[in-house]
Nanobody, 114 residues
Framework: QVQLVESGGGLVQAGGSLRLSCAVSGGAFRLRTMGWYRQAPGKPRESVATITSGSGTTYADSVKGRFTISRENAKNTVYLQMNNLKPEDTAVYYC????????WGQGTQVTVSS
């Protein structure tokens, strides 16, 4: 019913930047809260940032001041701008659609080297 495709991950040096994109097909994108999550090896999946239909945002303490979540409703797309990346940001990043049932993308790998 809902498909999410993440892109924009890659390998970057500490202090660098990346912008992730999540393209959503189906569902009611403009009415839903969206989120970015990440999972590092050996660790549970954790919330990174969320954005509501009214563009209210939340951030994990570890990324405040460095990451920015945004949405472009005309393109059914959510973004995560990541600045001043640190090695501890290394993880697979997943996009989440909050609906009656939640939907997830396949993830995109972000690797930050020191």
């Amino acid at each position: 019913q809902v498909q999410l495709v993440e892109s924009g991950g890659g390998l970057v040096q500490a202090g660098g930047s990346l912008r992730l994109s999540c393209a959503v097909s189906g569902g009611a994108f403009r009415l839903r809260t969206m989120g970015w999550y990440r999972q590092a090896p050996g660790k549970p999946r954790e919330s990174v940032a969320t954005i509501t239909s009214g563009s209210g945002t939340t951030y994990a303490d570890s990324v405040k001041g460095r990451f920015t979540i945004s949405r472009e409703n005309a393109k059914n797309t959510v973004y995560l701008q990541m600045n001043n990346l640190k090695p501890e940001d290394t993880a697979v990043y997943y996009c989440r659609y909050f609906g009656l049932s939640d939907w997830w993308g396949q993830g995109t790998q972000v690797t930050v080297s020191s």
